[in-house]
């Protein structure tokens, strides 16, 4: 019975460990989107940002809308001087969003002019698997 039982935890163990590579991955997919797509926004590349974004974003943000609420919400703060993961939490499903694959990654970020931050980015696998930026909010 010992045996059937250890043979029983291989194979569960087997089973999920692809499971967890597989979310860990789509994580550090969607962080490394984060980041890249936050890079722009750092550099004051608003008009790439939103070209770089999900086109969930695309639709509902118009991009004269984008440029004028991120450099209203990011230029007072002054430049980035650090950026932590806090923590990167897989969601299928969130508020005025449709169903999908959604990553919420929270950093805690601290700027010139503002000593402690939190950002909260959300990407999200597009139609076409790559994981874009569908929200970006600061606090």
């Not at 860990?24 to 008009?47: H, K, P, T």
């Not at 509902?60 to 004028?68: C, H, I, L, N």
């Not at 950093?107 to 874009?132: H, L, Q």
């Amino acid at each position: 019975m010992k045996n059937a039982f250890a043979a029983f935890a291989l194979v569960l163990s087997g089973l999920t460990a692809p499971l967890a590579m597989s979310l860990e991955s789509r994580e550090a997919a969607a962080e490394s989107a984060a980041r890249a797509w936050l890079a722009l926004v750092d550099a004051g590349s608003y008009d790439a940002s939103w070209s770089a974004a999900a086109a969930l974003f695309r639709q509902k943000v118009p991009q004269a809308q984008w440029q004028s609420a991120v450099s209203g919400a990011r230029g007072p703060l002054g430049a980035l001087k650090s950026r932590t993961l806090q923590s990167a939490t897989l969601a299928s499903s969130l508020p005025g969003a449709p169903d999908g694959e959604y990553v919420v990654v929270q950093y805690a970020s601290s700027f010139e002019n503002k000593a402690s931050a939190i950002e909260t980015v959300t990407p999200m696998k597009d139609k076409d698997g790559t994981w874009r930026v569908s929200g970006y909010f600061i606090r």
